[in-house]
């Protein structure tokens, strides 16, 4: 609640437990104004959708989000591809977070960014970053000046050896299928994580699209300034 007190959203009305309530009021007087209810465990429960219910539950306005071309033309973009499941689309929202990228661009096939597992699981993230959903495919024909697009691919170069700079759009596919094919003539550099795992050893089957969003971020990110 504190992450989200603390962002731009529009928080309409709190709907918290008796000392929770009391604490927020006391910490943030002029953004809980009139905007904080009193509820017991029971009612919170009713209404929250986790299994156990957390300390207060909000209705906050969903901001309109726009593609700032201006600022992807400077830094680094992450741009995803049909990730189906909620838990990893907030993973690489916080992920984005960590690594000061400040957009994510979902395509249209993506699961809803605004799912209360992807909220769950950005803890807080999702407030701080720019997280769009639209058509990648009209993004991608939008971008100019040659801007670098990484995506991740099988048959890509070791990424430790490409030298992976900003600014740039890195692009990620779905978990079980990769990138569309139709996005894949957009990429200007397949990149790949390269397994670990010695020859004659049992090898996974894939790497957690979150978890290669993480590798990618640090290793284009390595080289900025704080």
């Not at 189906?84 to 992920?95: A, Q, V």
């Not at 699961?111 to 209360?116: A, D, M, R, S």
Request: aromatic share 6%; net charge neutral; with cysteine.
């Amino acid at each position: 609640m504190e992450e989200l007190l603390l962002s731009g959203y529009h928080v309409k009305t709190i709907y918290a437990l008796g000392d929770f309530a009391e604490e927020l009021v006391k910490r943030f007087p002029d953004k809980t104004k009139g905007k904080v209810s009193i509820v017991s465990e029971k009612e919170l429960q009713k209404i929250s959708t986790l299994t156990t219910a957390q300390e207060c539950v909000a209705v906050v306005e969903i901001p309109e989000r726009k593609i700032d071309f201006r600022l992807m033309a400077s830094t680094v973009t992450l741009a995803l591809d049909n990730i189906s499941d909620p838990g990893n689309l907030g993973t690489i929202i916080r992920t984005a977070h960590w690594f000061g990228i400040e957009t994510v661009i979902c395509s249209e096939q993506c699961v809803e960014i605004y799912n209360p597992k992807v909220v769950q699981a950005a803890m807080g993230s999702l407030f701080f970053v720019n997280v769009i959903q639209t058509n990648l495919d009209e993004v991608f024909t939008s971008v100019k000046n040659g801007l670098p697009i990484y995506g991740t691919v099988l048959n890509g170069k070791n990424i430790y050896e490409s030298n992976l700079k900003p600014p740039a759009i890195i692009l990620l596919g779905n978990e079980s299928t990769g990138i569309g094919k139709e996005l894949k003539p957009f990429i200007t550099h397949p990149v790949t994580i390269p397994i670990q795992v010695k020859k004659g050893k049992h090898q996974p089957d894939s790497l957690n699209v979150a978890t290669a969003a993480a590798i990618v971020c640090a290793e284009i990110t390595k080289t900025l300034k704080q």
